[in-house]
């Protein structure tokens, strides 16, 4: 599990029920996402957010298809169960950016998500850069583009605790979208 800088308690529940906490104290998805990657002795590793948005029991359908070598790379395409468990902006954003990514890659993607399973030695073969909100969208780029069976697999997507700075505003999802721009023009 890798903390860089939560206010919550999930380092510390975590601890408690014996993972090993990772802290990196760089902030983004993309530098918590490479801190653990690395850290992780697992064949298979698994990527979601700790702030309830996404259930953890989950992970197991998740990485089902990888571990079966069904897949290299599996997203969990979010399902809202709640009415407000996924505000409008990020939702729409979200929307197009899967568009996108069919197009340019010919994968059939609904969504990406922040719940995903790989093989840790293959993803470290990929070389990611982004720190930031471009990780994943430069994880399903470059896994496209070396060949990678890529699948989605529906996971509940809930009220997330605490206010996302992406989701949760207008502006924090415009920020994700230039990030996402800046990734896509990087990797053309």
Do not use: Q
């Amino acid at each position: 599990m890798v903390d860089n800088g939560s206010t919550g308690r999930s380092a510390e529940i975590a601890r408690e029920l014996g993972a090993r906490v990772v802290h990196e104290p760089r902030r983004g998805f993309g530098a918590s996402c490479h801190a653990g990657l690395p850290a992780s002795t697992a064949d298979v590793v698994c990527f979601m957010d700790a702030d309830a948005s996404l259930d953890p029991r989950r992970l197991p359908g998740v990485a089902a298809p990888v571990l079966g070598g069904d897949a290299d790379l599996v997203l969990g395409a979010r399902r809202t169960r709640t009415a407000g468990a996924w505000p409008w902006h990020p939702r729409l954003g979200n929307a197009a950016l899967a568009h996108t990514l069919r197009r340019r890659t010919g994968v059939r993607l609904h969504d990406l998500g922040p719940m995903r399973a790989a093989v840790r030695s293959r993803l470290l073969e990929l070389g990611l850069t982004d720190r930031r909100f471009g990780h994943p969208l430069e994880m399903v780029l470059r896994a496209a583009a070396a060949g990678w069976r890529i699948a989605e697999v529906d996971v509940d997507y809930l009220p997330r605790t605490g206010r996302s700075k992406v989701t949760g505003t207008v502006r924090g999802t415009l920020r994700a979208v230039a990030e996402v721009r800046r990734v896509m023009a990087e990797l053309g």
